[in-house]
């Protein structure tokens, strides 16, 4: 790959970044290692390592990751986080734990542990209603009413909590949440 073919396609994965993520990254310190969980292709593994932090990105399948696994400040980790057992990582401290279109439950009650103080959740996924939009539909997949609030308030300090219906870049249920552990300000 010529190196305006590697820059057009960091360009069009920049291009994907999650709005809600973009929109909260400034609040993770500076240079502090942040956790890509179920990262997909990398989208917002890419985004923390532009803005200089190391990052551990984790997912069961990690080749849509592509030639970004060799980019330095990245610790890739495949890992099936539905296997029954909590991942080894989860007693590390991160400065951000990132999560977008994923839900399994179980992780949920060990993330604020895995934030250093004053870190950042940064969390966005499908919920209920999702289902007249198309995949997923199914209710394993999508939160109930108020679920991703409820999973993190008594821990967390909620800077910003959606449970909306947007348009763009589809058509989707969504519940967004971004918390801060309690901390250092």
């Not at 004053?118 to 679920?147: C, W």
Request: aromatic share 8%; charged share 20%; with cysteine.
């Amino acid at each position: 790959m010529n190196p305006a073919d590697s820059q057009s396609a960091a360009q069009a994965a920049t291009a994907q970044v999650s709005a809600w993520v973009a929109r909260f990254a400034p609040l993770v310190p500076p240079g502090e290692p942040v956790l890509d969980l179920a990262c997909g292709a990398g989208r917002h593994t890419r985004l923390f390592l532009e803005r200089g932090h190391p990052v551990l990105a984790v997912d069961r399948d990690l080749s849509r990751l592509g030639d970004l696994t060799a980019a330095p400040g990245l610790e890739c980790r495949a890992c099936d986080l539905e296997d029954g057992t909590l991942p080894d990582f989860f007693a590390r401290r991160f400065a951000a734990i990132v999560v977008t279109n994923y839900l399994h439950r179980p992780l949920l009650a060990a993330m604020p542990a895995a934030l250093a103080p004053g870190a950042v959740l940064i969390y966005e996924t499908f919920a209920r209603g999702n289902e007249r939009f198309g995949k997923p539909s199914n209710p394993d997949f999508l939160l109930e009413p108020g679920e991703l609030l409820r999973a993190f308030m008594a821990q967390l300090r909620v800077v910003a909590y959606e449970d909306v219906v947007v348009e763009a870049p589809r058509p989707a249920a969504l519940q967004r949440l971004c918390a801060v552990a309690p901390g250092k300000s």
